[in-house]
């Protein structure tokens, strides 16, 4: 395991981080590589995640921009796939993410999943706090 990061903080957090982890396996699941790279500000940074391991592998890229005064992160998943035991699943569109900490409050846009034989898609945005939250899906054959 090997990370490297620089992080200052002065009127804004601001930095980079580098974690890069090697031959993990527990039980049935093998990571051969991962590799999570994060780097920018308060105000716009941006985070890549990437695993290659089995059963699963893949990547994904988060992007976003933090209102300290108003607690909350606003943001988007995008470049996002995923290589599972039944094909890959891939992101259509990004999905956009909104976060309030006062409240513990998400929302997590429509997006929808895609792989060879079918799509799953999360039609209305979901409203999630520690109290409460539902999400409406809908899977069909391509």
Not at 14 to 30: C, I, P, S, Y
Not at 99 to 123: M, T
Request: hydrophobic share 35%.
């Amino acid at each position: 395991m090997k990370v490297d990061g620089d992080v200052r903080s002065t009127d804004q957090i601001q930095g980079q981080l580098a974690v890069r982890v090697e031959q993990l396996k527990q039980d049935a699941l093998e990571v051969n590589l991962l590799q999570l790279d994060g780097k920018g500000t308060e105000k716009q940074h941006t985070l890549q995640l990437k695993v290659d391991g089995k059963p699963v592998s893949g990547q994904l890229a988060l992007a976003g921009s933090f209102d300290r005064q108003q607690q909350r992160w606003r943001g988007n998943l995008n470049n996002t796939r995923f290589d599972t035991p039944v094909g890959e699943w891939r992101l259509t569109r990004a999905i956009a993410l909104d976060y309030l900490n006062s409240q513990q409050k998400i929302s997590v846009g429509p997006h929808c999943w895609q792989n060879p034989d079918a799509e799953v898609c999360v039609p209305k945005t979901i409203e999630a706090s520690a109290a409460s939250g539902q999400a409406s899906v809908v899977a069909e054959p391509l």
